[in-house]
């Protein structure tokens, strides 16, 4: 019985451990707590300085999974997808709004 059930699972394309995407996702609850003080409003989910708190813990959560599974290759390049959107998402704020960078930068702890 055991043997049919795993070539369901294979025939359905779902994962054995499906716990990855469960903890690679951010929670309301984790958004709001990273986005409380950069959104400019309250429905805020588009300005540079909320996208840039998204991927900054999008990135953490990603770093920890990759120093337990190394060789987790397609994940490292979503890393760096993510920290090369991050980055000119900095860029642009930096450029239009030096203040909103300066707080950006303070309150995410990005440049020491």
Excluded: C, W
């Excluded at 998204?54 to 997808?81: C, P, Q, V, W, Y």
């Amino acid at each position: 019985m055991a043997y049919n059930q795993s070539i369901a699972n294979i025939s359905l394309g779902s994962r054995p451990d499906d716990s990855f995407a469960e903890k690679s996702m951010l929670t309301s609850k984790q958004k709001d707590k990273v986005t409380k003080e950069l959104k400019r409003h309250e429905k805020d989910s588009g300005s540079p300085e909320y996208q840039i708190a998204m991927f900054t813990e999008r990135i953490k959560k990603l770093t920890g999974h990759l120093k337990k599974n190394a060789k987790d290759f397609t994940s490292r390049r979503g890393l760096l997808k993510m920290v090369a959107k991050r980055r000119k998402l900095m860029q642009y704020l930096e450029k239009k709004d030096e203040k909103g960078f300066k707080k950006v930068i303070k309150k995410l702890e990005l440049k020491g």
